[in-house]
Every structure is written in structure tokens, then in C-alpha cells.
């Protein structure tokens, strides 16, 4: 039964020792993880299995470091600080460092936005562009339009409802200066072109433009 119980202690692993035991504030210390990776610097805390330690700015490091007690390796004490040498050390890590140029703040990237359309009537005027060169195009196979072509297809839509809405304000325009009544209707008309081709007397600028617009002045006091 002795024996029986000695094997079974003896099976028992000791406990690893632990890295921060002993260790307190203000001990300088030279830590090393598990990588092997060392740190030199001040002990700030030990909390929770974690300790704290101010680098003081050598190895081309500042500021302060947090350990997990799983990662360390050893920890030596190497000697003890003073509560102004911490300080020193947590402000000199705070300062611009010589030789170290501060990191450049980078901008967040705004994409730039795409250039506005032109007005659709600037861009396919109604002199070079029709229904009847829409139908043209859309005879060709795909890879022989052009590209002014592909956005009329695009923007046919838009370009008519352009075309409809110019005309409707044509016509109401044309209504508002010629409103149909006594004085300007089809009578007047056929008067006034009766007086510049017989009579040769010339028309006031007035005259010549309800002469010139009559049709599309007929077709609008029409509702067309």
C-alpha cells in the first residue's frame, strides 16, 4: 500500500514556478516570453495575472507593455526604481522621440464622382438625332455602334420625354403670345400672307412670326 502510494505522488508533476512571483511595483526587470523575445523596464502593476511594465525607451521601444503570465519565460529583477524614474520613464515615452518621425496621417480616400451628363438635348440634338437613327442603330449588330451611339440607346427614353416636354412649353409659349380669338386665328393668317403677297406690304415682326409658326400654332390651340 506504501509502495502503491509513493508511485502515485511521484506521478504527480510539480507545479511550474510562477514568472511574477516575488515581484512589486517599481522593480526594474528584464522579461522574457516565450519566444524568447527580452524587455527591460519598470514594474507598473501585477493584476489578474498580468503584468504591467514601462519600457524605458531602449531597444528602440516606448511606452508600456502588458504580459500574460502564460507567455512569460522568466522574469529577472535586476534592481528597483524610484516612483520619479517611472515617471521620467512614462513621459519620456509620451514625447516625440529624435530620429522618429511621426506617423503620417493618412487621409481616408473619398473616390472622386463621375463627371454630370450634359443636358440630353445638348448632348443628341433633335437635328442629328431622331426616332429614325434610333431604329438605324439598333439595326447594327452591338460591336458596330459607337459609343455616342450605345449612351443614345441608353438615354432614348430620357431624350424623348426631353423632346415632349420642349414642345409642350413651345406650344404654350407660342398660346400665351397668340392667344386664339378674334385677332389671331386662321382668318388671320390667310389675311396676313393675302397683304405680303398681294398687297407687298411688309409685316411687323409680330405678324411674320405667327405667319412663320402658324402650323405649330394650329396644332397647339388644336390640344395637339
Given at each position: 500500500m506504501r509502495a502503491a502510494i509513493?508511485?502515485?505522488?511521484?506521478?504527480i508533476p510539480a507545479a511550474a514556478a510562477d514568472p511574477f512571483e516575488g515581484l512589486k511595483r517599481l522593480d526594474r526587470v528584464t522579461v522574457t516570453d516565450k519566444?524568447?523575445?527580452?524587455?527591460?523596464?519598470?514594474?507598473?502593476?501585477?493584476?489578474?495575472?498580468?503584468l504591467s511594465v514601462q519600457i524605458e525607451g531602449r531597444e528602440g521601444l516606448t511606452g508600456s507593455l502588458v504580459f500574460e503570465r502564460k507567455s512569460v519565460s522568466k522574469v529577472e529583477k535586476t534592481g528597483i526604481a524610484t516612483e520619479e524614474e517611472l515617471k521620467a520613464a512614462s513621459e519620456s515615452a509620451a514625447a516625440p522621440r529624435e530620429g522618429f518621425a511621426e506617423p503620417e496621417r493618412v487621409e481616408p480616400k473619398v473616390e472622386a464622382a463621375p463627371p454630370p451628363q450634359r443636358p440630353v438635348l445638348e448632348a443628341f440634338p433633335p437635328k442629328d438625332w431622331s426616332v429614325a437613327r434610333r431604329d438605324e442603330v439598333l439595326s447594327r449588330a452591338p460591336y458596330l455602334r459607337s459609343k455616342n451611339e450605345r449612351e443614345f440607346l441608353d438615354r432614348?427614353?430620357?431624350?424623348?420625354?426631353?423632346?415632349?416636354?420642349?414642345?409642350?412649353?413651345?406650344?404654350?409659349?407660342?398660346?400665351?403670345?397668340?392667344?386664339p380669338?378674334?385677332?389671331w386665328n386662321e382668318s388671320t393668317c390667310d389675311r396676313l400672307r393675302y397683304t405680303l403677297a398681294i398687297v407687298g406690304r411688309a409685316l411687323t415682326a409680330e405678324e411674320r412670326e405667327f405667319v412663320e409658326k402658324y402650323e405649330a400654332w394650329k396644332q397647339a390651340a388644336a390640344g395637339g
Open positions: 509513493l508511485v502515485l505522488f511521484l506521478a519566444d524568447g523575445d527580452t524587455v527591460r523596464g519598470i514594474v507598473r502593476s501585477i493584476l489578474r495575472g498580468r432614348f427614353d430620357e431624350w424623348r420625354e426631353a423632346i415632349e416636354s420642349r414642345d409642350r412649353l413651345a406650344r404654350s409659349a407660342l398660346l400665351k403670345k397668340f392667344p380669338g378674334t385677332t
